[in-house]
């Protein structure tokens, strides 16, 4: 399943929680990976003229500057990354999601590894890189924000979180069919919203419980052969918060989740949960994109 794994990162000369994720990740499915640093550029026309990485002043890129680029990463992976057999290192001028976008294509990537806290990532939310690449992606993304363990990226625990929207139907099918390779367990999570009206009726809350329960039942009967090893439904009012406990409650190395990408208008967006699992959560964060959300993008 996890043929290929691209993996961007915004330091060359670091080896930072992405790279050493992605490394693992290779590692442990036998995949090739493809290490990406996008030299961006703040031209819209001349993509060529990139800031040193480590002078900040501005050059044209050339052949020979990419070369030192990747030698620097070299250097800085060597010790991480030197039992991995099949490694590319790929440099290239340019918009980072573009590039992320682009390279994760042409190679066929199963998955794109990348860290939610980038440098110019907004306090709210997603960094523009993050987002744009979340509603083009056609392969999950998973979202490392802190070292993890060989333990871990065994994916044994993988936990789905459910709010029944389009996106949470491919979530699913990609966690169940990563949970039957793997021979992991999983859980199926989903939360119903408790109001202050519901809380002064121990009666409806039980009703509401059991509606919900029903309703998860005849939702994973539907999207896959097979059911989830377990079913968490939980009250609260603040969704990300329930499932980063329930993450922690099972002890969970994978959350999987919808990208929950909506239309505001000509707009699109990201549903918050999903920004505030990935930037917070101590296991990774697998994002499925509905491919009905998908926004064109067109590069040659």
Not at 117 to 123: L, N, P, R, V, Y
Request: charged share 25%; hydrophobic share 40%; net charge neutral.
């Amino acid at each position: 399943m996890l043929n290929t794994i691209l993996a961007a990162t915004e330091q060359p000369a670091a080896c930072d929680e992405k790279i050493l994720a992605a490394g693992l990740l290779s590692k442990q499915y036998k995949a090739k990976l493809f290490l990406l640093h996008v030299l961006e550029s703040e031209s819209p026309i001349y993509r060529n003229y990139v800031k040193h990485f480590k002078t900040g002043k501005e050059i044209v890129c050339d052949r020979e500057y990419i070369n030192s680029v990747k030698n620097e990463m070299t250097g800085a992976c060597k010790n991480a990354l030197e039992s991995l057999g099949d490694l590319e290192i790929i440099v290239a001028p340019g918009f980072p999601w573009e590039e992320i976008l682009r390279n994760a294509k042409n190679n066929h990537a199963d998955l794109i590894v990348l860290g939610p806290h980038g440098e110019k990532a907004d306090i709210k939310g997603f960094g523009n890189t993050a987002e744009k690449v979340i509603k083009r992606a056609r392969c999950p993304v998973l979202f490392v924000s802190g070292l993890l363990s060989e333990k871990m990226v065994g994916f044994k625990k993988v936990m789905v979180s459910i709010d029944f929207s389009p996106s949470c139907i491919y979530a699913l099918q990609f966690g169940m069919k990563l949970a039957n390779q793997l021979g992991s367990s999983i859980i199926a999570f989903h939360m119903v919203p408790t109001t202050n009206e519901l809380k002064a009726s121990q009666t409806e809350q039980e009703k509401l419980m059991a509606e919900a329960r029903g309703k998860m039942e005849e939702f994973c009967g539907k999207v896959s052969e097979s059911m989830p090893d377990a079913m968490e439904i939980r009250q609260g009012t603040t969704p990300h918060l329930e499932i980063l406990q329930c993450a922690r409650d099972n002890d969970a190395d994978l959350i999987v989740m919808g990208s929950h990408t909506k239309a505001d208008g000509p707009k699109w967006y990201i549903g918050s949960a999903v920004e505030k699992v990935s930037k917070k959560s101590a296991c990774p964060v697998a994002v499925v994109t509905d491919p009905k959300a998908v926004v064109d993008w067109n590069i040659s």
